[in-house]
């Protein structure tokens, strides 16, 4: 019988990458209590009209990449493929957005079919921010301030370069998406093939084109920039200069647009040139109509969200995860013989007890290769326990080393010395 294999581009996080997982998840919930951001946590099958009217139903997205189906009812469901539109779901769902101000927070599996690459999977993990109820620059700054702090704990702001870009308001930017499209349509045979296919579903994408020839055109095309209304013009020099003044460094990048259809204003992302083509570590931006859009009330919003897998393949890259993420564990215990091993059992949870903190494996299931086992797991300290004339006493090794032979009685105040030694 053939072997069942996971799905393509929906991989396994083994025991030896947890840590580093649990290493940056960590940092980014200490960070996002620091701010005083609350976690929200969302299903991940939504109802398919919730992402067709959010990210547009002719989006690369919609049209490709969804995993939907219909459940037994008959109803048309998705795994989500992204968090911000959820979010909103469950803020106007829930009564948490007209005339309230909040910070949240998120974390978990997003999914969309696409080719699976290094650092890009069909089933990838988002930690998302999401604000809402707040119009001013100023929440646009904490945000990237936010994500600024975090590349500093994690020891990669170095390594990450921030583009910013203002797209206007929702009539500022439809003017000049007819603008775009005359000009790039006189054009259209120049064009590579994606962006003559974006020119009627989603035009300002072409701005994003990879394509040389197709990036020498847009040298001469309309600018963004001359079509902004007064009040993102306004909007987007209070939010330059609140990063001027905390000392945040970024590029204008007026091709910037991001992927979504809902968004508006700011945009940003944070790229590296230390992954190849995977270059972009965390994106956002203004989306100020998605709420009306999903029929709410007018609430203005402004968020981000970062991509794990690509995070942590920055980490390993740049050799800057933690080497004790490595020594899983402390002390090893074992025992002489078989008739110990329940008075072992209860040692174990006695030291957990009086030494908290201390990674405490036991050996179960024989007596052999106590020792190769104990080296496995990487563990300083070892012991072994045998009776001797009634006693129960405690060799104790350290490194391989024996030093120590105690009585039990005496071993948690001996571990506890030497390990904060």
């Known amino acids: 019988m053939a072997k069942i294999k996971a799905i393509r581009g929906m991989n396994d996080i083994l025991p030896d990458q947890t840590p580093v997982w649990q290493f940056l998840e960590n940092s980014v919930k200490s960070v996002l209590s620091a701010y005083g951001y609350s976690e929200i946590r969302m299903p991940i099958v939504e109802q398919t009209d919730l992402f067709k009217r959010s990210i547009g139903e002719v989006t690369d997205i919609v049209e490709k990449e969804m995993y939907t189906f219909d459940d037994r009812n008959g109803e048309s469901l998705t795994l989500r493929p992204e968090g911000t539109a959820s979010c909103v779901r469950a803020g106007e769902e829930h009564g948490l957005l007209f005339n309230q101000t909040q910070r949240l927070w998120y974390q978990g599996p997003m999914f969309r079919y696409e080719k699976p690459q290094k650092g890009r999977y069909r089933q990838f993990h988002q930690i998302g921010v999401e604000t809402f109820g707040m119009a001013s620059a100023d929440i646009d700054a904490e945000v990237i301030m936010l994500s600024a702090r975090l590349w500093k704990e994690l020891g990669v702001l170095d390594s990450v370069t921030l583009q910013l870009n203002s797209l206007g308001s929702n009539e500022a930017r439809a003017e000049y998406k007819d603008a775009l499209v005359a000009y790039l349509t006189e054009r259209k045979d120049k064009l590579d093939e994606d962006s003559q296919r974006r020119l009627t579903t989603n ?13 020498s055109l847009l040298d001469d095309a309309p600018s963004l920039a001359d079509y902004l209304d007064d009040e993102s013009r306004e909007h987007f020099a209070d939010l330059c200069g609140m990063l001027d003044q905390a000392g945040i460094t970024y590029e204008l990048n007026p091709r910037l647009v991001r992927g979504l259809d809902y968004y508006c204003k700011t945009v940003f992302e944070w790229v590296t040139d230390k992954l190849g083509a995977q270059g972009t570590v965390c994106a956002g931006g203004r989306y100020d109509g998605l709420v009306k859009q999903l029929g709410g009330r007018p609430t203005p919003a402004v968020g981000f969200a970062m991509g794990i897998e690509r995070l942590i393949l920055l ?14 564990f402390d002390l090893y215990l074992a025992a002489e013989h078989k008739g110990l091993q329940n008075r072992l059992m209860v040692l174990a949870d006695q030291l957990r007890d009086k030494l908290p903190g201390m990674r405490i494996r036991v050996h179960c299931s024989g007596l052999k290769n106590i020792s190769s086992k104990a080296r ?20 104790l090794w350290y490194n391989s080393e024996p030093i120590y032979d105690i009585q039990v009685d005496n071993l948690s105040g001996l571990l506890q010395q030497q390990w904060q030694a």
Do not use: F, M, Y
């Not at 496995?376 to 060799?395: F, H, K």
């Open 315 to 328: 980490l390993e890259t740049l050799e800057v995860v933690p080497e004790t993420l490595r020594q899983p």
């Open 203 to 215: 035009p300002l994408r072409v701005l994003d084109s990879k394509d040389p020839q197709t990036q």
């Open 376 to 395: 496995q797991t990487g563990a300083p300290w070892v012991v072994l326990i045998r009776e001797e004339n009634d006693s129960l006493l405690a060799n």
